[in-house]
């Protein structure tokens, strides 16, 4: 369906539902990196609603950055207008989920889940960091209660400050938000995600760099054509870790949803 990221802006919006009638009580927010597009990531999404009995939303943005205006991916335009989206009655989100389905999978009184992930590939990670910190804000200025349960960055790339800001503002909620990146090698470049977590969380459990990984482990969708392209524009993933990608992210974000991190470590508790 389309999606009215702000006020008369309307952007792409994919939809996945999960098999089964029953409505599902959780929902992820999955933002696409530099030069992607939500359906780019259609079996992630997919596998995702499944392995963790969710509601995907994977919004399209622009990736050009002279874009008149300036509603871009990297802007911090789009990070207010996706807090927006998850703050308040939703009404723009509900819009969209319905003209993808909802209400006929799930009934005329079906309503979108209250608590939500964000998860952000490469650049997208700074949607969801950006967003992330802008929801917390808006939630301690209202006295209103948090439905944010984490966030999840893959390989991400989130521009300056974004990341370390959002941790700040994080903090203010009051409860420990987990923020895991699952990320691949840079040969001597600094890992900006590693450095705010690191920093912010020291001595906890962070996340996963997959060993041999590349960019695109996470990013994985229903064209050839489309995977074959960035793969040799990005680098060809090795299938165990493509495997590994998805099978890390939808545990934690099971483990999320659960509240099965602690807080003390970052690590998920209890056994598997």
Known sequence: SRLEIEDGRYVRADWYYPEG????????????GYLGI????????????????SIVVAPTLSSNR????GFWLGDDQV?????ALLLGDRDALTASAVAAGLARKYGADAAL???????????????AAGAAGYYAEAVIAGGATNHLAGIITLDGAPPGTVLPDALDKLEGLGAYIP??????PRDGETRRVDEALNGHRPGHFNGVVLDGGEHLDAMQGG????????????????????????TL?????NDIFAGRIDSSTGACEGVG
Not at 21 to 32: K, V
Not at 38 to 43: I, R
Not at 223 to 246: C, D, H, M, R
Request: charged share 15%; hydrophobic share 40%; glycine share 8%.
């Open 21 to 32: 009638d029953e409505a599902p009580e959780r929902l992820i927010y999955l933002q696409h």
């Open 38 to 53: 939500g359906p780019m990531y259609s079996y992630t999404a997919a596998w995702l609603a499944e392995r963790t009995n």
């Open 66 to 69: 002279y874009v008149k205006d």
């Open 79 to 83: 990070y207010r207008a996706t807090a």
């Open 113 to 127: 889940p209250d608590r939500f992930t964000l998860v952000g590939h490469s650049l997208g990670a700074g949607v």
């Open 179 to 184: 923020v895991l990146e699952l990320g691949a």
């Open 223 to 246: 064209s050839w054509l489309i995977q074959l392209v960035s793969y040799l524009y990005q680098g060809f993933p090795t299938e165990q870790n493509k495997s590994a990608a998805q």
């Open 249 to 253: 992210i939808a545990g934690w974000i």
